[in-house]
């Protein structure tokens, strides 16, 4: 069974940064792209950004653009999510996931197997 693990979450000010994790077993990345998803109490979970199991496609939804940067090292079977220039909206819980049916782009969701998990603050 695939298993994926989140970890970098913490408290940051407004502007700060964080990189998260989203460590896969073994060869996962082999034949997964990764979504990157976050949900913050009240509201509706929205994919944040996605990277291809080829590496040559990576998505940013409109509010992370700039600012995200998503990577991935299929020799330590993670993916990244270097987050700057963070603000107060980006407080979250952020969990990642293979993809559905290994799409991509616009629209993109999450497939069968999701970690559990890592929480981002931005406070002051």
């Known amino acids: 069974q695939v298993q994926l693990v989140e970890s970098g979450g913490g408290l940051v000010q407004p502007g700060g940064s964080l990189r998260l994790s989203c460590e896969a077993s073994?060869?996962?990345?082999?034949?997964?792209?990764i979504g990157w998803f976050r949900q913050a109490p009240g509201k509706e979970r929205e994919g944040v950004s996605c990277?291809?199991?080829?590496?040559?496609?990576?998505y940013y939804t409109d509010s992370v653009k700039g600012r995200f940067t998503i990577s991935r090292d299929n020799a330590k079977n993670t993916v990244y999510l270097q987050m700057n220039s963070l603000k107060p909206e980006d407080t979250a819980l952020y969990y990642c996931?293979?993809?559905?049916?290994?799409?991509?782009?616009?629209?993109?969701?999450?497939?069968?197997?999701w970690g559990q998990g890592t929480q981002v603050t931005v406070s002051s």
């Open positions: 996931a293979t993809l559905f049916i290994s799409f991509c782009g616009e629209g993109f969701k999450g497939g069968d197997y």
């Open positions: 073994a060869s996962t990345l082999d034949y997964y792209g």
């Open positions: 990277i291809h199991s080829s590496s040559v496609s990576t």
